[in-house]
């Protein structure tokens, strides 16, 4: 609390980039509770609003620089004509969400000192747990948004603890986890009071969760869906001449013993090497990995009748014949990895800078197909994002998660994109399947748990009846309106506590 200058943004750097070491894969709580604690005394010791956003910036400088590194491994896949900016861009992208906490702490000490008897020990982490709540929400949502690692994913180990997000969403999970951290910032009693109220919700979501759903009631008949991870190696995929190579890989894994069975064939995200057109050749040779009266469930870039027409990011879904019953299109592309922002006007100059872009889906939707139930199709980076997966149609019976982590290489990124796949599970109470390229594929159910998965780098299938969705969440119902009732909630307390102090 005593540091100032740049001892204190040194400080910070090291206390943000601690408590990112609290996220998968490394999910060392410890330093999420000292990177908490040194954010509020940080903020505490500042004198103006001006310091404490220069503090808070070199708190999530750090933070998102650990956080964030794997962003440079698509730069160094091959043919990596752009291998150089890949340390730049994960410096810049930290640099811009520095921002965030930075905000949350210059605007928590602007209205202490505007109004200073809101400065006490119990009151400031409230004030400060809604600053950061905010802030954790603007982060993703302004500019396409980017809500990645967000507080309450360090407690990913204890799925009983993570039952929150079914009434506040992710984002509350966050708040509540916040003022848990910083307890000790304000004394050993709410310190005592924090380990209580963990191991309380801890028993409450335990209480909530349903026995292990791995092997559904014999008394319902769940269909049987193979999960295919190809492993094939990002600098390997659109190599020329690998086309039927892996294609047949997939084939052959789609096919293995207990093919008879299955309701569905799911392969991961671009998973067909080609551009799928109407009437493509490839089609016939897709439907042979249709199980018998089911479906294959297909990653393909999808394309129109001409290749100007547009070009998608898409799952397509397949019947025996070979013809397309349903698609969708991803909706929520990443900014420079699918698409350059304004590439239409920018015209050749966006060619130059990257690789060309994708075209933007309709909406998210509910497939539904005969023999098979109804699913919500989320591909890759969509699954970040909070109340966002799931279309305003009626409501799917699982989730299907597609998703090309290869670029990532065997870095903490996967694990970290695996955490926010189980999170969407929780708040909308929907099991999900999930086919990774290279990992990891896994089988999630309603509350979050992994019941069986494929680690990185591993070629192979995955076999497993679909498991129960819960009744519908709050969250599901509701979104984020539930996160605003908690912290007005959080805001009225601290009123209180003033009015009577």
């Not at 698509?74 to 810049?92: N, Q, S």
């Not at 380990?195 to 335990?206: H, P, S, T, W």
């Not at 439907?287 to 129109?304: D, F, H, I």
């Given at each position: 609390?005593?540091?100032?200058?740049?001892?204190?943004?040194?400080?910070?750097?090291?206390?943000?980039?601690?408590?990112?070491?609290?996220?998968?894969?490394?999910?060392?709580?410890?330093?999420?509770?000292?990177?908490?604690?040194?954010?509020?005394?940080?903020?505490?010791?500042?004198?103006?609003?001006?310091?404490?956003?220069?503090?808070?910036?070199?708190?999530?400088?750090?933070?998102?620089?650990?956080?964030?590194?794997?962003?440079?491994?698509?730069?160094?896949?091959?043919?990596?004509?752009?291998?150089?900016?890949?340390?730049?861009?994960?410096?810049?992208?930290?640099?811009?969400?520095?921002?965030?906490?930075?905000?949350?702490?210059?605007?928590?000490?602007?209205?202490?000192?505007?109004?200073?008897?809101?400065?006490?020990?119990?009151?400031?982490?409230?004030?400060?747990?809604?600053?950061?709540?905010?802030?954790?929400?603007?982060?993703?949502?302004?500019?396409?948004?980017?809500?990645?690692?967000?507080?309450?994913?360090?407690?990913?180990?204890?799925?009983?603890?993570?039952?929150?997000?079914?009434?506040?969403?992710?984002?509350?999970?966050?708040?509540?986890?916040?003022?848990?951290?910083?307890?000790?910032?304000?004394?050993?009693?709410?310190?005592?009071?924090?380990?209580?109220?963990?191991?309380?919700?801890?028993?409450?979501?335990?209480?909530?969760?349903?026995?292990?759903?791995?092997?559904?009631?014999?008394?319902?008949?769940?269909?049987?869906?193979?999960?295919?991870?190809?492993?094939?190696?990002?600098?390997?995929?659109w190599q020329p001449g690998?086309?039927?190579?892996?294609?047949?890989?997939?084939?052959?894994?789609?096919?293995?013993?207990?093919?008879?069975?299955?309701?569905?064939?799911?392969?991961?995200?671009?998973?067909?090497?080609?551009?799928?057109?109407?009437?493509?050749?490839?089609?016939?040779?897709?439907?042979?990995?249709?199980?018998?009266?089911?479906?294959?469930?297909?990653?393909?870039?999808?394309?129109?009748?001409?290749?100007?027409?547009?070009?998608?990011?898409?799952?397509?879904?397949?019947?025996?014949?070979?013809?397309?019953?349903?698609?969708?299109?991803?909706?929520?592309?990443?900014?420079?990895?699918?698409?350059?922002?304004?590439?239409k006007e920018l015209g050749?100059?966006?060619?130059?800078?990257?690789?060309?872009?994708?075209?933007?889906?309709?909406?998210?939707?509910?497939?539904?197909?005969?023999?098979?139930?109804?699913?919500?199709?989320?591909?890759?980076?969509?699954?970040?994002?909070?109340?966002?997966?799931?279309?305003?149609?009626?409501?799917?019976?699982?989730?299907?998660?597609?998703?090309?982590?290869?670029?990532?290489?065997?870095?903490?990124?996967?694990?970290?994109?695996?955490?926010?796949?189980?999170?969407?599970?929780?708040?909308?109470?929907?099991?999900?399947?999930?086919?990774?390229?290279?990992?990891?594929?896994?089988?999630?159910?309603?509350?979050?748990?992994?019941?069986?998965?494929?680690?990185?780098?591993?070629?192979?299938?995955?076999?497993?009846?679909?498991?129960?969705?819960?009744?519908?969440?709050?969250?599901?119902?509701?979104?984020?309106?539930?996160?605003?009732?908690?912290l007005v909630v959080i805001?009225?307390?601290?009123?209180?506590?003033?009015?009577?102090?």
């Amino acid at each position: 609390m005593r540091l100032e200058g740049k001892r204190a943004l040194i400080a910070g750097l090291v206390a943000g980039a601690l408590a990112a070491l609290a996220m998968p894969p490394f999910n060392w709580l410890p330093l999420a509770v000292v990177g908490i604690i040194v954010f509020v005394w940080l903020w505490d010791g500042a004198p103006t609003a001006r310091i404490a956003l220069w503090r808070g910036w070199a708190w999530g400088l750090g933070h998102f620089a650990v956080g964030c590194y794997w962003v440079v491994e698509p730069f160094f896949v091959p043919p990596a004509d752009f291998a150089p900016l890949g340390p730049p861009a994960v410096l810049g992208l930290a640099v811009v969400l520095g921002f965030f906490p930075a905000a949350a702490m210059a605007a928590a000490k602007w209205v202490v000192l505007r109004w200073p008897y809101l400065g006490g020990r119990y009151r400031r982490l409230l004030l400060l747990a809604i600053a950061w709540t905010i802030a954790e929400w603007l982060r993703g949502h302004v500019f396409t948004g980017f809500s990645w690692n967000p507080l309450g994913h360090v407690w990913i180990l204890a799925t009983p603890l993570l039952q929150g997000a079914a009434v506040f969403g992710v984002y509350g999970l966050s708040t509540l986890t916040f003022l848990i951290l910083a307890a000790p910032a304000a004394g050993w009693r709410a310190s005592i009071a924090a380990l209580v109220v963990i191991g309380g919700a801890f028993a409450a979501g335990l209480s909530i969760m349903a026995p292990d759903d791995s092997v559904p009631a014999a008394a319902i008949a769940h269909p049987i869906v193979r999960i295919v991870q190809p492993n094939i190696a990002q600098s390997e995929k659109w190599q020329p001449g690998n086309e039927e190579k892996h294609l047949r890989r997939l084939i052959d894994l789609s096919r293995r013993p207990g093919f008879e069975r299955l309701a569905a064939v799911i392969w991961p995200e671009t998973a067909v090497p080609f551009a799928v057109q109407p009437g493509s050749p490839v089609l016939p040779i897709l439907a042979t990995a249709v199980p018998p009266g089911g479906y294959l469930l297909a990653g393909a870039e999808r394309a129109g009748q001409r290749f100007k027409d547009g070009i998608w990011n898409s799952l397509l879904v397949l019947d025996g014949r070979g013809d397309v019953r349903a698609h969708y299109d991803k909706v929520h592309l990443v900014p420079f990895g699918e698409y350059i922002p304004f590439h239409k006007e920018l015209g050749s100059i966006s060619t130059f800078v990257g690789r060309g872009s994708f075209d933007v889906g309709e909406g998210h939707v509910t497939l539904a197909l005969p023999g098979l139930p109804a699913f919500a199709p989320v591909i890759c980076y969509e699954a970040i994002f909070p109340g966002e997966i799931v279309g305003p149609q009626t409501r799917p019976s699982w989730i299907v998660n597609i998703t090309n982590d290869a670029w990532f290489g065997v870095s903490s990124g996967p694990y970290q994109h695996l955490a926010s796949a189980r999170l969407r599970t929780i708040e909308e109470g929907l099991p999900m399947l999930r086919a990774a390229n290279t990992g990891v594929s896994a089988v999630i159910d309603a509350y979050g748990r992994v019941l069986q998965s494929l680690d990185m780098e591993r070629e192979g299938i995955i076999d497993h009846e679909l498991p129960s969705a819960r009744p519908p969440t709050l969250y599901s119902r509701w979104h984020d309106w539930t996160l605003l009732v908690l912290l007005v909630v959080i805001g009225l307390v601290a009123a209180v506590r003033t009015r009577t102090h």
